[in-house]
């Protein structure tokens, strides 16, 4: 599904060795561009992606007691922690909350690494890509170079690169990689034909999901964060394309279990052949079965969030009426009430701040102050220092569902 250019690398006389000054030939890969290509979808590849897009409706209109709201919250952080870790970002979880709380509090600033405040950022970048990318009429190359901007704020080279590029090998030359993008020069008119690819309906959802993704990481057009942006672009397509409104799917958790078959599909993909060929067709089609199975297993992975988030709310509203009847309260808090909205917003933010709860709830100081004094006295919230002045409240158990659900998809491997 492309050709293979040839192209001429020149000696680096500064190189620390013999191997890294060599000069030679290289081959980077032109892709043929998407909206003239005859993508033929076999058909089990067809019936898997109906099955997909079924199974991603069911979980949108998934019962859970509280609403979808707060699954959505919790499976945008889950896909931005897992996007990240994929690109070598290692944090823990609890680190990432207190970097995310500290862009809401002017209070904190401490407790937390350079990477968790990047990964923070990602939380905050994937957010946008589904909701700035998803109220545009139509998605152009300076909304995806504004996505990368946020995504790694502190990166040198914004906007598409104008050297170039490659995957593998050394840091010296391309002569040894094991992928060599597009050159340059070709770089804006196969984002405009990737764009217009997203801008229009000629496939499924999932599948167009799938298409877009694998042709941006074979453009390659940013120097660096391709990776974030490109999965960033899966959920742009299936919110723009109406099949994820309300949830993100934890498809980077899935691609971070199985890395060997994630690059082996995307390897397929670029090295296609001729189009329209026998060998074209086998080879996009196995690419699309990849995605397709990630993409099944992070529905399947969300609906056991889905239910456990209710079965953990569930637990947490009888926690919460036992509470208060001990302490001569009528058993249910007003429906609406600061402590009721409280308890739906922990999934998104469970490591929260008096001033936090204000701002996010549109409530008082001494509203939010209560509601969280409230909650910790169930023992749903547990009251962190962090900082001199300033106390956190955690949401343990919300961690402890993230860590197992890791470890559980991390078993499917």
């Known amino acids: 599904?492309?050709?293979?250019?040839?192209?001429?690398?020149?000696?680096?006389?500064?190189?620390?060795?013999?191997?890294?000054?060599?000069?030679?030939?290289?081959?980077?890969?032109?892709?043929?561009?998407?909206?003239?290509?005859?993508?033929?979808?076999?058909?089990?590849?067809?019936?898997?992606a109906a099955r997909a897009e079924t199974l991603v409706r069911r979980l949108i209109a998934?019962?859970?007691?509280?609403?979808?709201?707060?699954?959505?919250?919790?499976?945008?952080?889950?896909?931005?922690?897992?996007?990240s870790r994929i690109e070598g970002l290692q944090a823990s979880p609890q680190q990432i909350a207190l970097a995310e709380l500290a862009g809401l509090d002017a209070g904190v600033s401490r407790g937390f690494t350079a990477t968790?405040?990047?990964?923070?950022?990602n939380v905050t970048a994937l957010r946008r890509a589904v909701t700035d990318l998803v109220a545009v009429s139509s998605v152009c190359t300076a909304d995806i170079v504004a996505l990368h901007t946020a995504l790694l704020p502190d990166e040198r080279h914004h906007g598409l690169r104008d050297v170039?590029?490659?995957?593998?090998?050394?840091?010296?030359?391309?002569?040894?990689?094991?992928?060599?993008?597009?050159?340059?020069?070709?770089?804006p008119a196969l984002m405009d034909d990737l764009l217009a690819y997203i801008n229009s309906a000629g496939h499924s959802a999932v599948l167009q999901a799938a298409l877009a993704h694998a042709q941006f990481e074979t453009i390659h057009p940013f120097t660096d964060g391709n990776g974030r942006v490109g999965r960033a672009l899966i959920h742009?397509?299936?919110?723009?394309?109406?099949?994820?409104?309300n949830a993100i799917l934890p498809i980077s958790l899935v691609l971070l279990t199985r890395s060997d078959a994630y690059v082996e599909g995307l390897t397929a993909y670029r090295y296609a052949g001729e189009p329209g060929s026998p060998e074209a067709h086998t080879a996009i089609n196995s690419w699309l079965r990849v995605f397709l199975g990630a993409t099944v297993t992070a529905v399947e992975q969300a609906e056991k969030f889905a239910d456990e988030l209710a079965e953990l709310h569930d637990e947490w509203v009888e926690r919460h009426r036992r509470f208060r009847?001990?302490?001569?309260?009528?058993?249910?808090?007003?429906a609406?009430?600061?402590?009721?909205?409280?308890?739906?917003?922990?999934?998104?933010?469970p490591l929260v701040t008096a001033r936090t709860v204000q701002a996010l709830l549109g409530i008082t100081h001494p509203a939010a102050r209560q509601a969280l004094e409230e909650l910790a006295?169930?023992?749903?919230?547990?009251?962190?220092?962090?900082?001199?002045?300033?106390?956190?409240?955690?949401?343990?158990?919300?961690?402890?569902?993230?860590?197992?659900?890791?470890?559980?998809?991390?078993?499917?491997?």
Do not use: C
Request: proline share 9%; net charge neutral.
């Open 1 to 48: 599904m492309g050709t293979f250019l040839e192209a001429s690398w020149p000696m680096a006389w500064d190189g620390p060795s013999k191997r890294d000054r060599r000069g030679g030939r290289y081959h980077p890969y032109l892709p043929d561009r998407l909206t003239t290509s005859t993508i033929i979808v076999a058909d089990d590849v067809s019936h898997e």
């Open 62 to 83: 998934h019962p859970t007691g509280h609403g979808v709201d707060g699954l959505a919250r919790f499976l945008l952080r889950s896909e931005a922690i897992a996007s």
């Open 116 to 121: 968790a405040a990047l990964v923070a950022n």
């Open 164 to 187: 170039q590029n490659w995957i593998g090998g050394g840091d010296w030359h391309p002569l040894d990689a094991e992928f060599v993008p597009p050159p340059p020069e070709h770089v």
């Open 236 to 245: 742009t397509v299936l919110t723009r394309r109406g099949l994820t409104p």
């Open 325 to 334: 009847e001990s302490h001569g309260l009528r058993p249910a808090p007003r």
């Open 336 to 349: 609406g009430s600061a402590v009721a909205r409280l308890l739906d917003l922990l999934p998104a933010a």
């Open 377 to 413: 006295g169930a023992g749903i919230l547990h009251p962190k220092q962090v900082e001199r002045n300033t106390t956190g409240y955690l949401a343990r158990e919300i961690f402890d569902l993230l860590t197992l659900t890791e470890r559980r998809l991390a078993s499917t491997r």
